[in-house]
C-alpha cells in the first residue's frame, strides 16, 4: 500500500525542517509589542550588507588588483562598464548606510540596556560584527587605489609598527614585506573578501543568541504576558518594512543626488608614494578613532587608547552591574549617556578637522570622558542603583 | 514622423552636425587646444557619445590618433590607429617626455580634473580668464606666466587661450570667456560620469519608494490597528 500523496512543503519539511523553523522564527515569532523605530536598525544594517556584497561581487568582476590597473580599472568601472557607476555607488554608499545603522543601533543597546544579562552573548557577537565590518571597510578603501587610499592605509601600517615587538614583524608578515606594494594590494583584495563573507556567518550567530532570549524592549522589562507581545509577522514585517524603505529613500537620495558628498575627491587622484595629500582624512565612520590617534602625543599611546575604546565594549555587561536596563529608570544614566554620544559625535567632528589647537583638545576631553564613562561613572552610577533597590527591598 | 524629423536635419545641417550644447563646443576646444599638452586618460572616444557625438565621428576622431600596439617581429614598436574604445590618452608616451616638453611640469590629466580641483570648475574657469600682462617691473619666475587667479600670481601653464583662437562649427564667437565656459562644461561632463542618467534614474527610484512609503505606511497602520490597548 502505497502512502498518500504528501505536498512538497510537508516532503521538504520532514526531511529538513526549514519552514517550520521559519515560520517559528519569523513569523509566528514572540515581539515585544511596544518596541519603537529605533528597534529597525538592525534589519537596516542587514539590508545594507546584502547590497554591499551583492554590488560587491559585481566590483570584483571587473576589478584588477595590480598597482598598475586597479585605478583605473575602479575607473572604467565607474565610466565604461555598463551600470557600474550606479554598483559602484550602490557599493560605496552602502559603507556608509551600514556604519550610520550600526552605530545607531548600537547606541540603542546601550540605551536600553540591551548588553545585560540575558543578552551578553547578542552583545558580544554585535562587537565582533563591528570589528570585521571596520576591518572589512579598511581593506575595501584601499582597493581603488587613490591617494587617501594610500595615505590612509600608511597611517594604519605606520599605527601597527609601533606595537612593541610583534607590530613590525605582523605588518611586514601581513603586507607580504614591500611595504604598501602589490602584493599588499592583493592580500587586502583577498582580506576585504574573506572578511566580507564571514560576517554573514556571524550574522547568524547574533540574530540566533536574540532568538534564543528575544529582543529587549525600551521599558527594560521582560514582558510575558500575551497582551504585551505580538508575533512577528505581520506586526514587525509591517513596521520594519515602512522603516526600511524610508532608510532607502535617504540611501538613494545620497547615491544619486549627493555621490560626492560622502566621499573625499582626493580619492580620484592616483596614488602617489611621493605626493603626501595637504591633509590626510579618513572617512566619517573612521573620524571618531582617527581623532583619537591624533590626540595623544604618542603614536603606541594613540593605538592604545583608539582601540581600547572598542575593546571597553566588550566588557560591558560587568562592568555595568545594575538590574535594571533601560536609561528610562535610570536617571543618572539619562546624563550621562547623552554625554557619552555627544562625546562620540566630538570625535567624529575633530578626526575630520585639520588639527587644530581647538580640536585637539575637544578630543582629548572626549576620549577622556569615554573612559571615565566605562570605567568610573558607570560602575558607580550602577552600585548606586543597586544599594538604593537593596534598600527598597528592607 | 521620423522621416519628417530627418529632412528637417537635411534642410538644417546646422542643427544636427554641429556643436550646440556647452559641452560639446568645450571639447572643441579641447580637441584644438587643450589636447596638445593635457590627457584624458580614463576617457574613451566612445564616451564621448553621450554628448551627442554621432559613431562615424567618434570613429574618425579615434582614426587620427596613432597609438603603440607592441612589438613587431623585430622588435620595433608598432602602432595603430585608435578604436573608439580606446582611451583619449595623452599627447606624450611617457610622464618623462610630457615633462621635458613643459618645462619639467607634468599637465594634469582632465579626466577627474573636475573633482579634484580645489574649487572645482569654477576655479579651473577662472584660472583661464585671468591672465592678464604683469605689472611694471613684476619679476616672474623662468618659465611661468602672470596669472591673477593664483595665489603667487603666475602660472607654469602659458596662456592657452585667445580670442577667435579656434572656430566653432556652430558659429559661436570665440571669445575667451566664451570658451573657457565651454572647457568647464566640457570639463565638468568628464569629471562626473553619467551624472544625467544618474539624476533620471534617482528620480525614478525616489519617487518609486516615496509610493512604496506611502502603501507601507497604510498597511502598518492598518495592521496595528488592532492593538488597540496602551502600550506598557
Redesign the interface.
Known sequence: MTERPQSVSTWLNTRLPILSAFRREYVEFSMP??LNYLWNFGAFAVVSLTLLILSGIFLALNYTPTLADAF?SV??I???VASG??IR?VHMGGVSMLFAALYVHIARSLYYGSYKAPRELVWLTGLGLLLLVMITAFAGYVLPWGQMSYWGATVVVNAVNTVPLVGKPLASWLLGGEGLGNVALHRLFVLHFVTAFSIIGVIVLHVATLHVTGSNNP?G?D?TEP??T?PFH??YT??D??GL??F??VY??L???A??FLTL??N??QANPLITPSDITPEWYFAPFYAILRAVPSKLGGLILATGSIVILFALPWLDSSTIRSARFRPWLRVALPLLFLAFLALGLAGMSPPSPFWLWISRAAVAYWYVYFLGLLPMIARREQASRRKEHF | MRRLFIASMLAFPAFAAHASTPEQRGLEVFRQVCSSCHSL????Y??LGELGLSVSDIKAYAAQHEIPDGLDDDGDPKTRPAHP?DVIGSPYLTAGMARMANHGGLPPDF??LA??QKGGIRRIIDILVSYTSPPEGKKLPPGSYYNTAMPHLHIAMPPPLHDGQIKYTDGTNPTVPQMAHDVGAFLSWAGH??LH???R???F??SY??I??GF??V??RR??AK?T?K??
Open positions: 509589542r511596544n583605473s575607473e572604467t565607474d565610466r565604461q557607476w550606479l555607488s521599558t522589562k514582558l497582551d504585551q505580538v505581520p506586526y509591517t513596521k518594512g515602512l524603505c524610508l532607502l529613500l538613494a537620495a547615491i544619486f543626488f555621490p560626492d575627491s582626493d580620484y587622484v | 586618460n580614463h576617457v574613451t566612445a564616451d574604445s579626466s577627474r573633482m579634484t560620469p553619467h542618467t544618474r539624476h534614474t534617482g528620480l527610484v525616489l519608494l516615496a512604496l512609503s507601507l505606511f498597511l502598518k495592521v496595528w492593538q490597548k502600550l506598557p
